[in-house]
């Protein structure tokens, strides 16, 4: 279960940085963001998050789905971090170890 909607939570936050890197794309008209590259596979992504959260429902409470979707701002900071250069701070850091720690004592 854990696996799957990890997967989920991964497909659904790439898809957020794909959809965001194609329409911060300025020198092009709407139409070409439309048909970009990022574009297609940022909805790709966006299509594939439900079927594995689906299916990972079908092994699991609704508790732990909800502790297991706070994963999702570890997985933004991260990609942040590796795909937009964002700097990472001490808050951050810590926020996400705590945000681990959570899930792990639910389990």
């Known amino acids: 279960m854990a696996d799957l909607f990890l997967i989920a939570m991964a497909f659904f936050n790439a898809a957020g940085l794909l959809l965001i890197k194609a329409s911060a ?3 092009c008209s709407f139409w070409q963001k439309f048909r970009s590259r990022r574009f297609i596979f940022g909805l790709l992504c966006m ?3 439900p079927l594995y959260l689906a299916l990972a429902a079908n092994g699991t ?17 991260l990609a942040t971090w590796l795909f937009l250069r964002e700097k990472l701070d001490i808050r951050k850091i810590v926020g996400s170890v705590f945000i681990v720690i959570g899930i792990l004592v639910l389990k």
């Not at 409470?61 to 900071?77: D, E, G, K, W």
């Open 25 to 27: 794309q300025s020198n």
């Open 47 to 49: 299509m594939q998050s």
């Open 61 to 77: 409470t609704l508790s732990r789905m909800n502790a297991f979707s706070s994963l999702s701002y570890v997985f933004i900071m």
